[in-house]
């Protein structure tokens, strides 16, 4: 069984800042793709940062330059920094892994459960 515990949400001033963390744990080998999502209350999901395995980020336009994702490979962790936040930053945030399944030994996507960010005016 693999699980995605992600930590560090909550609610902040506009202004402010968050880390979020996301661990996978479980019979998994390498993992490869990693990704931050939001979802904004009554809206689609969207993908806001992605890092591979190699280190190669990207984040969306929205929140550029305020936002950095990075990565421990030895704690099997990934890491949201989330800064200058704005209210339409509000919304659930999701983390998405690709790790090698070692039950199935196929890669297998993975989601967390989410954690609520809410960024007050």
């Known amino acids: 069984q693999v699980e995605l515990m992600e930590s560090g949400g909550g609610l902040v001033q506009a202004g402010g800042s968050l880390r979020l963390s996301c661990l996978v744990s479980?019979?998994?080998?390498?993992?490869?793709?990693m990704a931050w999502y939001r979802q904004p209350s009554g809206k689609q999901r969207e993908r806001v940062a992605t890092?591979?395995?190699?280190?190669?980020?990207h984040v969306a336009d929205s929140v550029k330059g305020r936002f950095t994702i990075s990565r421990d490979n030895a704690k099997n962790t990934v890491y949201l920094q989330m800064n200058s936040l704005k209210p339409e930053d509000t919304a659930v945030y999701y983390c998405?892994?690709?790790?090698?399944?070692?039950?199935?030994?196929?890669?297998?996507?993975?989601w967390g459960q989410g954690t609520q960010v809410t960024v007050s005016s």
């Open positions: 479980g019979s998994i080998g390498s993992v490869n793709f």
């Open positions: 890092i591979s395995s190699s280190g190669s980020t």
């Open positions: 998405n892994v690709e790790a090698l399944s070692m039950a199935l030994q196929s890669t297998v996507a993975y």
